[in-house]
């Protein structure tokens, strides 16, 4: 609806045509407006009678419709692509696998605290549309998926931020990850030598994709000491650009996990970039608080530390998860499989794991893989799931929800899984409370 309402205000004549049904406060809204729309399905010939179409990043390229459309010489545009005709905002776009999110709220939280106008939107929150038709800050950090950059044209970020490219969502890319690849390096392919990338050079898909920047870049990096950018190096964070040299002791960070220490480095590189003074940074970083569902402590039942990292939809976020840990793991993983490949992770899951709890309708691909090497059992809910989890543990050792996988077998979204494994915790906590009082 933000696209709509962006064009509606813009004084463009707009056509809503939705698969599904429309909300009927939606509808009202759309008479109040004098959208014309339909539902239930798409009508190509009014459709290729648009000068332009404006397409959900939830349809796939390869849609019939959005091929009819096409093949009629009809424009297609993403959102993100139509909304940044309509703002002068200095624009920061972050994309990448995992870390998305987490990157883009430390962002926009380290500009703001330093008094800078700013927003997030696009995967997060708003809509660039709604953003932008009712506010445009000086600065907007957009999370954009790779959904979400198909179908840009012109669209350029000042400062594009690239994290990682490990195989996700490859069902929308035929399985090939060359192609899934590609939507992210769309992030930079407008951008030119006025423009910054800051890119994780540890990932040989990412520098793969550096090779089509003309823009000047920052290289970010666990493994090794780098040059204009920021590294890792004798637990500190150390920032080498054109502006100074910083360093910041990794346990004055608010996030935990390697994985973390990228999104920590290459926010705080686009708040240097932006000016941000380094003791603003200081204060910014210490009072952060991540979103829900990534790495998230729930609750200690009886010395069983509960941790909520839902969010992990995807083998590589697991693996940061598993590294991330400090204790013997119970894992709670399954749902959707989206052609994981577990390999990577195996040797984590010798070393850390020592129960597997499989929490979907088809569990194969993780018992296939993982039953030699740690106790495994399966469940199908997640109140099952975390009294099993329970069952299996000890004092001092970590229950760890890091599903690897979709969510939609047994639950509406990640975060209805996250919220229902929370509050499972939480009963459990309340349960072995009283029964300890009695």
């Known amino acids: 609806m933000g696209a709509?309402?962006?064009?509606?205000?813009?004084?463009?004549?707009?056509?809503?045509?939705?698969?599904?049904?429309?909300?009927?406060?939606?509808?009202?809204?759309?008479?109040a407006l004098s959208v014309a729309f339909e539902e239930g399905?798409?009508?190509?010939?009014?459709?290729?009678?648009?000068?332009?179409?404006?397409?959900?990043?939830?349809?796939?390229?390869?849609?019939?419709?959005?091929?009819?459309?096409?093949?009629?010489?009809?424009?297609?545009?993403?959102?993100?692509?139509?909304?940044?005709?309509?703002?002068?905002?200095?624009?920061?776009?972050?994309?990448?696998?995992?870390g998305k999110t987490t990157t883009t709220l430390l962002t926009t939280h380290l500009l703001r605290h330093a008094g800078i106008d700013v927003q997030s939107a696009g995967n997060v929150g708003n809509s660039f549309s709604e953003l932008?038709?009712?506010?445009?800050?000086?600065?907007?950090?957009?999370?954009?998926?790779?959904?979400?950059?198909?179908?840009?044209?012109?669209?350029?970020?000042?400062?594009?931020?690239?994290l990682n490219v490990t195989p996700d969502h490859l069902d929308r890319y035929q399985y090939d990850m060359a192609r899934y690849a590609a939507a992210k390096y769309r992030l930079f392919e407008n951008m030119t030598d006025e423009g910054l990338v800051i890119a994780n050079t540890d990932d040989a898909l990412v520098v793969q994709g550096l090779t089509q920047v003309s823009s000047r870049i920052q290289p970010v990096s666990l493994q090794e000491r780098v040059y204009g950018g920021a590294y890792f190096d004798m637990d500190h964070l150390i920032f080498d650009t054109e502006k100074d040299i910083e360093i910041i002791p990794a346990d004055e960070l608010p996030l935990i996990g390697k994985h973390n220490h990228y999104n920590q480095m290459m926010a705080?590189?686009?708040?240097?970039?932006?000016?941000?003074?380094?003791?603003?940074?200081?204060?910014?970083?210490?009072?952060?608080?991540?979103?829900?569902?990534?790495?998230?402590?729930?609750?200690?039942v009886e010395g069983v530390t509960f941790i909520n990292d839902s969010k992990a939809t995807n083998v590589d976020a697991v693996y940061y998860a598993l590294d991330a840990m400090e204790s013997s793991v119970i894992w709670i993983?399954?749902?959707?499989?989206?052609?994981?490949?577990?390999?990577?992770?195996?040797?984590?899951?010798?070393?850390?794991?020592?129960?597997?709890?499989?929490?979907?309708?088809?569990?194969?691909?993780?018992?296939?893989?993982?039953?030699e090497v740690a106790a495994v059992t399966e469940v199908q809910s997640a109140s099952e799931a975390v009294a099993r989890a329970f069952d299996m543990a000890r004092a001092g050792d970590t229950v760890l929800l890091s599903p690897a996988c979709a969510s939609f077998d047994l639950f509406k979204n990640y975060e209805d899984r996250g919220?229902?494994?929370k509050a499972a915790v939480l009963q459990l906590k309340e349960v072995q409370s009283k029964r300890i009082k009695a």
Not at 135 to 159: C, K
């Open 4 to 31: 709509v309402r962006l064009a509606v205000k813009q004084g463009l004549s707009v056509f809503l045509s939705d698969g599904g049904a429309i909300a009927e406060e939606k509808k009202i809204e759309l008479a």
């Open 41 to 98: 399905g798409h009508t190509l010939d009014t459709l290729c009678v648009c000068v332009e179409v404006i397409k959900s990043p939830g349809i796939p390229t390869t849609a019939a419709v959005i091929l009819g459309v096409r093949e009629a010489g009809v424009p297609v545009i993403s959102e993100i692509e139509f909304a940044s005709r309509y703002t002068t905002a200095k624009i920061v776009g972050i994309t990448g696998s995992n």
């Open 132 to 162: 932008v038709m009712e506010h445009s800050p000086a600065v907007i950090v957009l999370e954009l998926s790779s959904f979400q950059l198909d179908d840009i044209v012109t669209f350029q970020p000042d400062i594009a931020v690239l």
């Open 268 to 300: 705080v590189l686009v708040a240097i970039e932006m000016g941000v003074p380094f003791g603003d940074l200081l204060g910014g970083l210490r009072t952060f608080v991540n979103a829900p569902h990534r790495l998230e402590k729930v609750a200690t």
């Open 333 to 371: 993983a399954g749902g959707v499989n989206k052609g994981n490949d577990y390999k990577q992770i195996s040797d984590l899951v010798k070393d850390k794991v020592k129960g597997l709890v499989c929490m979907g309708k088809d569990n194969v691909h993780l018992t296939d893989e993982f039953s």
């Open 419 to 421: 919220d229902q494994f």
